[in-house]
């Protein structure tokens, strides 16, 4: 799903650390902002990044997905936002009993559509940088520069590479109790968890044998000791320090502009 | 040839064992040799791999006696990670015992722990794959790889520690024919073109016989067997008793020369499809058709 | 006799373009014993996998047990075929012997004496009667193994199709599992055990079908199969030792050779018949 693919881009050429920046540059506008323009906005700058990476087809289906998480976000939003000039309501004022529940207002419009926007801004990058940076380059620059322990970065990437794995052997389990007669229907969510047994216990049991298995694989080929170097030892280019120099102004100008009430939107009325 | 393993009256019991998983072995293995491990399930042969390699006791404890020294080290007393740098380890999960996610990063793993040089690890990466002749593989994503392409990524992940003694526990029980056939060849390659001593446990005893220098036969946690092919297979009857078995050919032979009432002797004995053909046509010409 | 197994002209094509299945045709009677042999991606698991509607085809017909596929659910078709997979661990989830064996007759609505008596069928079928109350993590992988196979059997299906009975497995507890196919082939179940495992096919199997990319290369009985001995190395699957040795000299050997008791009778028949002085 979201690979590294490798392709002839600028960003596939920069360092890890530069896109991790990126990540955070986008985070921070996005949490500056709340007007849905300017979310708007740096979600398309996003994608304009994955353009220029020659991943942008991958980019827009990955956002395509956030879609539907995004409309419930929106949903929610409305419905526990009842502030504001009422535009509508869900239930017609001409129904007996539940007639005028459910306001939609103004405000939980605005609130709506900025919630929902800023979580496709925060979560936009993902794609982008997963399909730009080899997951190793990834580990070597969180532990060797930012000196995150390397565990903890190691397990990043061996989740990532065992996910297809173990999706295999769930489906293989899967076919097994299907082949005896083990079905899931109805909507019950009773029913519905104990359908779970069949498929997750064998699952469980495998992964924690087959984990203690790698463990020891690991050990045994020095896993552990204290100091560790990388095949590949990526150094900052000219091209990433002009690339940070430009996030620094990026957020300075943000703020400033924040400060002086571009791209925030009264959500609470005042 | 000098010794490279020496394993001295080795006896274990795992923590839980109700009886010692391995009973006095003794046994020495010259630089060079291509030992194969052979006997039924629970013979104790995993746990003789894993007393060579310091799993035990470095990883699973228990009651250990004995000595095991490998390449002048003294396994129970090392530091533990540093063990591959003498003697390396292959299962028999292709799938489970690299953390990769492409071949060059599974190779320059191990060296990477270490603390190797970049520019030492690359040259390490090339000549293993060089040793395997997978250097063609080098970018692959380890998942799009056959089982027998995978499992020799995993002699090479185990070859970029310089090791002396390659281990290998059944590697090829869970591939099919043309993967065997690949990782044997990989392994009777290494033995005979760089000196790799060669450990390796299997059931498939027509290849062990084909390959291997000596054989070892396991049963109950004792070395009941120890010698060259041809000798192991003519105490066919200690073979089968334990729950082993000799290649079809020499079954065929055995058999053939008791109901004939002759003695087969060890020169005679077929271990694969050629020697037999030999010695059919040999018992034909005797008797001379027509 | 009506064929429990029909398949016609059956294709295949995985959703990443994988052509797997090309045009292929099999029939198979109440009672066979089968082995389905090819190399990994010959097709070979891809095919088995259509007879109980795991694998849906891509165009042609798939009848089992007088049933279309087409129309039925892998949990209807349970009843019909039952699939042993390689890995008990896949199947193994529940804290005892006899629940693991009563999951499908439960799952198919039987009663609670109906399920109780194919417990003990099945689990004396299996020769695992003593063992029921047994937590399955505590058995040996073999013992699991028939476990498994037992939890299918209990579903009472006319076709069992055993995924690779001997890979993996320690070669005395393979000849094991193999003897209980057999048994219960002579009880009536029709087999099809996929395997590449050449020796075990030469010793238990009465009619081998061999996969090539796809499509079916050889099928006939094992003797017929086994003589073809460049058609099989084609596809780089290796008769067992004594058949090629009988190849070898098949001026003396006409027949297809599958044990070396076979082989031994030969040969003392031959030498004898030549005899110049007696032995």
């Not at chain 1, 881009?9 to 949490?31: E, F, G």
């Not at chain 1, 009993?97 to 709506?112: A, E, F, H, I, K």
């Not at chain 2, 089982?147 to 290998?168: E, F, N, W």
Request: glycine share 8%; charged share 20%.
């Amino acid at each position: 799903m979201l690979e590294y693919i490798s392709r002839n881009s600028l960003i596939h050429s920069l360092h890890p650390l530069t896109k991790l920046a990126w990540a955070l540059v986008v985070m921070i506008l996005s949490l500056v902002f709340n007007s849905p323009w300017y979310l708007a906005a740096i979600i398309i700058s996003v994608v304009l990044v994955g353009f220029i990476a020659k991943v942008g087809r991958e980019t827009l289906v990955y956002l395509s997905a956030l879609i539907v998480v995004a409309a419930f976000v929106f949903i929610f939003q409305i419905l526990f936002r009842p502030e504001g000039i009422v535009l509508f309501t869900i239930f017609p004022i001409s129904w007996p009993v539940v007639g005028g529940w459910l306001p939609v207002t103004d405000v939980g419009l605005s609130y709506g559509f900025a919630m929902s926007l800023r979580m496709i801004a925060l979560v936009s990058v993902l794609p982008v940088i997963l399909t730009t940076t080899q997951p190793r380059d990834i580990v070597m620059a969180l532990v060797d520069t930012l000196h995150v322990p390397y565990d903890y970065a190691f397990m990043f990437t061996t989740a990532l590479r065992f996910m297809p794995v173990i999706l295999s052997e769930v489906n293989t389990i899967s076919q097994a109790q299907r082949s005896r007669a083990y079905a899931v229907e109805g909507w019950n969510p009773i029913r519905k968890l104990q359908a779970l047994g069949p498929i997750a216990l064998p699952i469980v049991f495998i992964a924690i044998e087959k984990a203690d298995r790698l463990g020891l694989c690991m050990e045994l080929r020095g896993y552990g000791s204290k100091y560790r170097t990388y095949l590949r030892m990526l150094k900052l280019g000219n091209l990433d320090w002009v690339v940070f120099l430009l996030f620094i102004i990026v957020i300075i100008l943000s703020i400033l502009a924040a400060i002086n009430g571009y791209g925030r939107i009264q959500l609470v009325g005042m | 040839m000098s010794e490279i393993v020496n394993v001295e009256n080795l006896t274990f019991q795992y923590k839980r064992g109700l009886q010692p998983a391995l009973k006095g072995i003794s046994f020495s293995v010259n630089e060079g040799e291509f030992i194969g491990v052979t006997g039924p399930a629970g013979a104790g042969k995993t746990t003789l791999l894993s007393c060579l390699n310091g799993i035990i006791p470095h990883y699973y404890s228990g009651n250990l006696h004995g000595n095991v020294i490998v390449d002048g080290i003294t396994i129970a007393q090392s530091d533990f990670r540093h063990l591959a740098n003498h003697i390396g380890t292959v299962f028999e999960d292709p799938d489970f015992q690299m953390v990769s996610i492409s071949v060059e990063e599974e190779v320059a793993f191990g060296p990477e722990n270490l603390g190797i040089p970049s520019e030492e690890i690359e040259a390490r990466i090339q000549t293993s794959l060089e040793k395997t002749r997978i250097s063609h593989l080098r970018d692959r994503a380890i998942s799009t790889l056959s089982g027998g392409q995978k499992q020799r990524v995993a002699i090479s992940a185990v070859l970029s520690m310089l090791p002396k003694v390659l281990l290998l526990d059944d590697p090829t029980s869970e591939l099919d024919p043309i993967g065997t056939h690949e990782v044997f060849s990989a392994i009777k390659e290494l033995n005979t073109q760089i000196g790799m001593t060669i450990i390796i446990v299997s059931q498939d005893i027509e290849r062990l016989v084909e390959n291997a220098d000596r054989i070892f036969l396991l049963s109950g946690g004792e070395l009941v067997l120890s010698g060259t092919p041809r000798q192991v297979c003519m105490q066919n009857e200690i073979l089968e008793r334990v729950g082993g078995r000799t290649p079809q050919v020499a079954e065929f032979a055995i058999s053939l020369f008791s109901s004939l009432g002759r003695s087969l002797t060890e020169k005679q004995l077929p271990l694969n499809v050629a020697d037999a053909s030999i010695l059919i046509q040999e018992l034909f010409d005797e008797v001379e058709v027509g | 006799m009506e064929p429990i197994i029909h398949v016609k002209d059956l294709n295949h094509v995985y959703p990443n373009g994988t052509h797997a299945l090309r045009g292929v045709s099999l029939t198979v009677y109440p009672g066979e014993f089968v082995a389905i042999i090819g190399q990994n991606g010959s097709g070979k698991t891809t095919f088995v996998k259509h007879l109980n509607g795991l694998l849906r085809a891509t165009s042609g017909e798939v009848w089992v047990d007088g049933l279309n596929i087409n129309e039925h659910t892998v949990s209807e078709m349970a009843r019909h075929v039952g699939y042993c997979f390689q890995n008990p661990d896949h199947q193994i989830f529940c804290d005892s012997v006899e629940k693991e064996v009563a999951y499908g007759p439960k799952n198919l609505g039987l009663s609670d004496t109906q399920i109780e008596g194919r417990i003990q069928e099945s689990l004396k079928a299996v020769g695992l009667r003593d063992l029921r109350k047994v937590h399955p993590r505590d058995l040996s992988k073999g013992q699991r193994q028939r476990v498994a196979v037992a939890s299918v059997l209990s579903m009472h299906p006319a076709v069992l199709n055993i995924d690779e009975p001997t890979t993996g497995q320690d070669y005395q507890d393979g000849i094991d599992m193999l003897n209980l196919i057999d048994r219960l082939n002579q009880a009536g179940h029709t087999i099809l055990f996929i395997t590449h495992d050449m020796p075990m096919v030469a010793r238990y199997a009465r009619r081998v079908v061999v996969f090539r990319e796809g499509e079916i290369l050889l099928d006939g009985s094992t003797r017929e199969v086994f003589r073809e001995i460049e058609k099989l190395r084609s596809t780089f699957l290796i008769p067992p030792q004594i058949t090629m040795l009988a190849y070898q000299h098949r001026d003396f050997y006409p027949e297809t050779i599958l044990s070396t008791a076979e082989m031994v009778d030969q040969t003392l028949m031959h030498l004898n018949r030549h005899l110049r002085k007696p032995w």
